[in-house]
Each structure stands twice: as C-alpha cells, then as structure tokens.
C-alpha cells in the first residue's frame, strides 16, 4: 500500500508540474490547426529569433567543446595544488543565477563597466549587442562538455595513450587515435547538453540583450514578448519547437548514456 501510494503522489506531482503544462502548451498551440500553427512559425520576427539563436549555438558550442576538452585533460591527468579550486571554479555557472551572471557582464562590458571605456573608445559593443549575448551564453553553458568528459577519462586511464607514446605516436596521434574514440559518448554527451542550455537560455541572456526585436531576440525572448504582447498562439508555437528541442536532448540523453555505460563494461 505504502508503495503504491508513494507512485502515486510521484505521478500526481509530475502530472501537475509537467504533463499538463506541457499537455496544455501543445493544444494552445495546435487548437487552430495545424494551418495556422505553421502561419505563426513563418513571420519575419520568429525567422529572425530562430536565426539568432541557431548562429549563437553555433559560435558557442565550438568553444566550449574545445575549452572543455582541454579542461578535462588538465583535470582528469594530472593532480596539483588548487586541483580542488578549479573544479569548484569549473562549476560556478552552475551555482549562479543567470540573471546574476548577466549583471557581472553588465558591470565588466557595459558603458560604466570595468572595460566599459575602453571598449567604448574602439567603438565596440557588447552589452545589448551580439557578442554580449555570446559571451553569456557561453558562460552559462561552460562546464557541460568538461564534467561529461573528466568522469570518462578517470575511468579509462592513462595506460592506452601512455602505451601509444611509447610506441611512437606523437601527442596528436595519440589524442585522435586513442584518447577521442575512448571519450566520445560522454563528449557527445556534453556537446547536446550544451547545445540545448544554448538555446533554451533565457535568464542571462534577457540581461544583456536588451531584447531587441529582430536584432538581439533569441527564441526564448521572443516567446516572452509575444506573450506580453498577448499574440499567446504565436507564443505557444514557438514554445513547443523548444519543448521538442527538450524532447529531442532527453532522447539523445538516454541513447548516449546506454552508450557510455556499454563501453564502460567492455
């Protein structure tokens, strides 16, 4: 009886903070048809959004996929002083509010900032401009890549890439032929997480953006002010391409972590 009770208050929880929200997102959307659903996900302010959003993933998940790469090899090889720090540095996006992490860009880039002048005297903007909302996305999805990757490298060891320097191979060779294909699954990993956080990121980017319509709106944004502008089936419209988005990583999750966890017991 107990057990089933607890099912039960789990399902009514999940039923009341996810499945009907997300139930009631797709009828709002859809209640006119499918005609007049894809109307709203053709004007020229949607298109705009989504291009915004598309090109700021774009930039960003490059980045921090190299970033952290080389993150994760410093921290999972080799053991120093501070090691401990840097892995608390490491996850600092993920203990700051991006609303507070948007102020901190404000307050180093924006006109009065730290870098404010300087910036101003080679006529450079970043706050309510593209590379301010680069430069927060990035932020805010700097650790996924590394602490998908450190556990992997960890697990696997050093004994493959040391045995592959020792036969000759030169660090490159050994990074590509030895170290990538053992990480993949978690790098990939890491890669979707950071991808979808890119997209879906609201708080941050709200900040710094200044929200400008066809010029610094990302999808988010745009789904907020349509809905404050009461155009609530355009708002719904774009707010179930995100939930796909949301469907799509949790599917491609749950297939990467079979695949990491089949490679770990081989």
Do not use: H
Not at 46 to 51: D, N, Q, T, Y
């Amino acid at each position: 009886m107990g057990k089933r009770l607890l099912i039960l208050s789990a399902i009514t929880y999940l039923g009341l903070v996810l499945f009907i929200p997300a139930i009631n997102v797709f009828y709002q959307a859809f209640k006119g048809g499918f005609g007049e659903f894809f109307g709203y996900l053709t004007t020229d302010d949607f298109l705009s959004a989504v291009g915004l959003t598309l090109l700021i993933a774009l930039i960003v998940v490059p980045i921090n996929a190299v970033f952290g790469l080389c993150a994760a090899w410093v921290l999972a090889r080799n053991r120093f002083p501070g090691r401990a720090f840097v892995m608390s540095i490491l996850d600092v996006p993920f203990s700051v509010s991006p609303v507070v992490a948007g102020l901190m860009m404000i307050l180093l880039y924006g006109q009065n900032g730290w870098f404010g002048g300087i910036l101003s005297a080679i006529n450079f903007k970043v706050i309510f401009a593209f590379p301010g909302m680069v430069l927060a996305t990035a932020f805010v999805t700097m650790p996924f890549v590394a602490r998908e990757v450190i556990p992997v490298l960890e697990e696997i060891g050093s004994s493959q890439e040391e045995a592959a320097n020792t036969l000759g191979a030169s660090q490159w060779q050994t990074f590509w032929l030895v170290t990538l294909p053992n990480i993949r699954w978690g790098l990939l990993y890491g890669l979707i997480l950071t991808n979808a956080r890119a997209m879906g990121e609201f708080g941050a980017i709200s900040v710094v953006s200044g929200n400008i319509i066809r010029k610094t709106q990302t999808l988010p944004l745009f789904v907020e002010q349509a809905y404050k502008q009461y155009e609530t089936e355009t708002a719904f419209a774009a707010a179930v391409l995100l939930a796909c988005l949301g469907f799509v990583t949790l599917v491609l999750k749950e297939i990467l972590e079979r695949k990491t966890t089949a490679s770990s017991e081989q």
